[in-house]
């Protein structure tokens, strides 16, 4: 009797053939790991080319130029009032020379902190009129003084005042012959007192001069130094010849 093969049994065995073998396949092949998620990549920096370090060197050049360096200028000086009583030569000493100076001042003006006072002797008071004067212990040319005159109710012109000055003073005379310019200037005051400024630049030395009259008296204030301290102080000494004022001047 002939046997029948069913047609689904056929085709079942032939499916897990198939499956078997196309598993044991799989199983045989290697493993492949799944792929990583993309991420974006930087591209590197570009190098700096050669425009780029000129002009960084040019600014950091220009920053080195611009900032400003320390000062090497000494300290801003403190100044001291002095009271000055243009006492006479026959008081100097006695009790108008050493009453209280400031309730007795004729004028009064600025002296460096440091600066040491010159006693004035009764001979030199009596020729030529010297008051007062201080000096930087440094370098004694550097100084300033006053002169004053009794008997002058007013200024003469200008010139005449100067070359009267010059008449007591060698170094004065000796300074105006050898400037390289003299400069003069009529100042008045708030209360309208007149002032005669001088500047003498000599060929060593340098000079303020500021004249006025009142009281009966000539005063006249000296700013002196050597052109090596002018140019070093030169902020400072112009600060002392405009401190002078005669006293109901200020």
Not at 54 to 62: D, E, V
Not at 128 to 153: C, I, M, Q, V
Not at 154 to 169: C, F, G, K, Y
Request: include cysteine.
């Amino acid at each position: 009797m002939a046997t029948l093969f069913s047609p689904s049994a056929l085709f079942s065995t032939a499916s897990s053939s198939t499956t078997t073998t196309a598993a044991a396949a799989a199983a045989t092949l290697p493993k492949v790991p799944p792929p990583k998620s993309q991420l974006p990549v930087r591209p590197p920096p570009p190098s700096p080319t050669n425009l780029t370090v000129t002009l960084t060197a040019a600014t950091a050049a220009a920053i080195v130029l611009t900032t400003t360096p320390p000062s090497l200028a000494d300290p801003p000086k403190s100044f001291n009032i002095y009271y000055g009583t243009a006492a006479s030569a026959a008081n100097y000493g006695g009790y108008g020379g050493n009453s209280n100076k400031q309730d007795s001042a004729e004028y009064v003006y600025d002296v460096p902190d440091g600066w040491k006072e010159r006693l004035v002797s009764k001979v030199e008071k009596g020729t030529n009129g010297t008051d007062s004067e201080f000096y930087n212990p440094k370098k004694k040319s550097e100084k300033e003084y006053l002169t004053f005159l009794a008997g002058f109710r007013q200024l003469a012109p200008m010139d005449i005042v100067l070359n009267n000055l010059a008449l007591s003073d060698v170094s004065l005379q000796d300074l105006i012959a050898s400037a390289d310019s003299v400069k003069s200037d009529e100042k008045k005051d708030e209360k309208g007192q007149v002032y005669y400024v001088y500047e003498i630049n000599g060929t060593g030395a340098h000079s303020l001069i500021s004249v006025t009259c009142t009281n009966n008296k000539l005063y006249a204030h000296f700013v002196n130094a050597p052109t090596p301290e002018w140019t070093r102080d030169e902020d400072t000494l112009r600060h002392l010849h405009e401190s002078f004022k005669t006293v109901g001047s200020f």
